[in-house]
């Protein structure tokens, strides 16, 4: 049985032509002004798990056992670990081309790290930097592209 898809999977070089990247402009004129909360919209499930690796470090809030097991470990708990917490191989910008409208970001603050610093989290913190380049690479960007994703 398989779990998901890690970034080591035979799906991270996969691209396509995204069919999808407009779906909204193709909405039925009668939904155009159906709340938002009555469609079903395509989303991401932990958007930023993309961008982690074997040096991201567990979370905090995860149980003393793993933490305890992880420090023993980590050769055999890392791997688990990533496998268990990678649930997207595309960036952010790359499943907004693919039609996601729905992210599903969940921030937390390292209790070791710079007050400063907030990480994106599933089990384990990422590590990666996430660039914003205006105009391309955030969701800005991708509505500016096409505004009919943005009721326009």
Not at 60 to 84: D, G, H, M, Y
Request: glycine share 8%.
């Amino acid at each position: 049985m398989g779990g998901p898809a890690g970034a080591s999977s035979s799906f991270s070089g996969l691209r396509c032509r995204n069919a999808n990247e407009d779906w909204m402009s193709e909405l039925c004129p009668r939904l155009w002004d159906v709340p938002l909360h009555h469609l079903s919209i395509p989303g991401s499930h932990d958007t930023m798990t993309y961008c982690l690796n074997k040096k991201s470090p567990i979370s905090q809030e995860e149980s003393r056992v793993l933490q305890l097991v992880n420090k023993a470990f980590p050769c055999i708990t890392r791997p688990v670990v990533l496998k268990w917490s990678i649930t997207q191989v595309l960036d952010v910008t790359e499943q907004l081309d693919a039609g996601v409208r729905y992210l599903d970001l969940r921030i937390a603050h390292m209790l070791d790290g710079s007050e400063k610093n907030l990480h994106f989290v599933h089990m384990v913190y990422t590590t990666a930097l996430v660039e914003v380049r205006p105009g391309r690479g955030d969701a800005r960007g991708v509505l500016r592209r096409r505004p009919a994703s943005c009721g326009e």
